[in-house]
């Protein structure tokens, strides 16, 4: 069937010797627990050679928050999927709602990204949500649909082996408010609905899809327990080695 995922989103956090130290720590944490999941983390993309040094013996893979679309050239401050494949990072988050937000990345731009990412061989993460105006308004559904239809569903079935979706209400991140365990079953089983329209159950079956916004240790297990939440997309609290391996422990 379909993985776990646990996935730490760090964002603009952590320095070279904070980001040593969380790993290091994690590294020792999670030797203490049974993990029944993937469990990823997203250090910035100044650390990300250390981070997949100092987790080449441990069940940590290292994925990378964001990449530019071009193969290289004249894109100043950017970095290449090629790039990333080069230093051991085998997964990029694509779509974050703060990308989407703060730098204007649109739903062309993404699927130049995602198509860049897929054609090095990265895994995806893809992120999507909808905001708090238009869960109000009720268009969350909408607002859903047209994220994936507009950048992942017309990609091929087969490149589904690849991508992992990420539903993150942007109302929810970074907020301390949390989808309710329900909220997040209903549009996780929409979600899975699209894919089985677009490609049949057997591709929608494999598709891991995680629900991200303030997930923390208490409230993992009974989010994680839905049936179509097959993990979290964690902000804040990926940040503390004790959280993260609380919430990886969820499973
Ligand atoms: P928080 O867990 O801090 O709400 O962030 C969620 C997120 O944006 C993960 O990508």
């Known amino acids: 069937m379909r993985n776990n995922i646990v996935a730490g989103n760090w964002k603009m956090n952590n320095d070279a ?54 193969k290289s050239g004249a894109f100043t401050g950017e970095i290449s999927a090629e790039m990333l494949k080069d230093v051991g990072v085998k997964t990029v988050i694509l779509g974050h709602s703060e990308r989407r937000t703060y730098f204007g990345e649109d739903d062309k731009i993404l699927t130049e990204k995602v198509a860049s990412a897929l054609e090095n061989n990265l895994e995806v993460i893809f992120c999507f949500g909808e905001s708090l105006e238009d869960r109000k308004s009720e268009n969350h559904f909408n607002v859903v649909e047209s994220q994936l239809k507009n950048v992942v569903l017309s990609l091929s079935a087969s490149s589904w082996k690849h991508i992992v979706l990420a539903y993150e209400p942007v109302w929810a991140i ?7 365990p329900e909220q997040a079953q209903e549009m996780h089983a929409f979600i899975r609905s699209l894919l089985v329209d677009t490609y049949g159950s057997s591709v929608a079956e494999h598709v891991s899809i995680l629900y991200g916004g303030s997930v923390k240790p208490t409230n993992a297990r009974e989010i994680f327990s839905k049936e179509d939440v097959d993990g979290g997309l964690i902000g804040g609290a990926s940040l503390k080695a004790s959280d993260f391996t609380g919430i990886i422990s969820a499973f």
Not at 41 to 56: D, E, G, K, R, Y
């Open 174 to 180: 970074g907020t301390g408010e949390t989808a309710s």
């Open 17 to 70: 010797t904070q980001t040593r130290v969380l790993i290091n720590d994690l590294n020792k944490a999670l030797e203490e627990v049974s993990i029944n999941c993937r469990v990823l983390i997203s250090p910035t993309s100044i650390n990300l050679t250390s981070a997949v040094a100092l987790t080449q013996d441990s069940v940590i893979e290292v994925s990378a928050q964001n990449m530019h679309q071009a």
